[in-house]
């Protein structure tokens, strides 16, 4: 089954404590991206990935960092998450940029 | 700066009554357009796309969207609504020119009422 996932479901942390939300495709998309979400203000993009080894800064990437070691995975990293990080986010992989995006479930972060 | 705006915030419609839900972006290269869904609790749908020629494009669920270039718009519609079409819907806008960000509305929430 084509899906993506992504760990953990959810999580409460503390501010300054540093994180790593996985997340994972299994249709071997190019194209993967990471987008948080607020009531309001729709999805905002952080990072995206066109490939392996190549990403570029969203619209939202302050405080966030990406790395895509391998085409499946394009894991987040909050290095020192702040209480304004607290949302939802979301992974999502494509075949490219105009091609439908297969969002994972999401992420329900709450730093306190 | 490219933006995309989606001008109601909730929609309230009749079950069985004709849905229409705007969008609105402003991009000054040929824009890629696209609608989404996010049931609650869920992860957001691929409804339908446009990249060109015709401007009336057609997708799952009933659903279709028309672009106007002159009125830079891209609403949705649909001529009956079903209960379980109650969700949030997004437009979404790239444009190659613009590098390969997608952005997004905030978001239109339809309710159904029976």
């Known amino acids: 089954e084509a899906q993506v996932t992504q760990n953990p479901r959810y999580l409460i942390t503390v501010t300054g404590k540093k994180l790593t939300v996985t997340c994972s495709q299994n249709?071997?998309?190019?194209?993967m991206s990471w987008y948080r979400q607020d009531p309001g203000l729709g999805l905002r993009q952080i990072y995206y990935?066109?490939?392996?080894?190549?990403?570029d800064k969203g619209d939202v990437p302050e405080g966030y960092k990406v790395s895509r070691k391998e085409k499946r995975n394009f894991p987040l990293i909050l290095e020192s998450p702040s209480p304004n990080q607290t949302s939802l986010y979301f992974c999502?992989?494509?075949?490219?940029?105009?091609?439908?995006?297969?969002f994972g479930p999401g992420t329900r972060l709450t730093v306190t | 700066a490219q933006s995309v705006t989606q001008p109601d915030i909730h929609i309230t419609v009749s079950e069985g009554a004709s849905l229409e839900l705007r969008c609105n972006y402003s991009?000054?290269?040929?824009?890629?357009l696209f609608w989404y869904v996010q049931s609650p609790g869920q992860g957001l749908q691929l409804l339908l796309k446009?990249?060109?020629?015709?401007?009336l494009v057609q997708g799952i669920k009933g659903f279709e969207a028309e672009f106007k270039r002159s009125q830079s718009s891209f609403n949705l519609r649909k001529p009956s609504v079903h209960w379980s079409d109650a969700a949030e819907y997004f437009c979404?806008?790239?444009?190659?020119?613009?590098?390969?960000?997608?952005?997004f509305g905030a978001g239109t929430i339809l309710r159904v009422k029976s």
């Open positions: 999502a992989s494509s075949r490219g940029l105009l091609e439908k995006q297969y």
């Open positions: 249709m071997n998309h190019e194209y």
């Open positions: 990935s066109m490939n392996v080894e190549v990403t």
């Open positions: 991009y000054g290269a040929t824009p890629y």
């Open positions: 446009y990249f060109s020629g015709d401007t």
């Open positions: 979404a806008v790239g444009a190659m020119e613009y590098g390969n960000k997608l952005v």
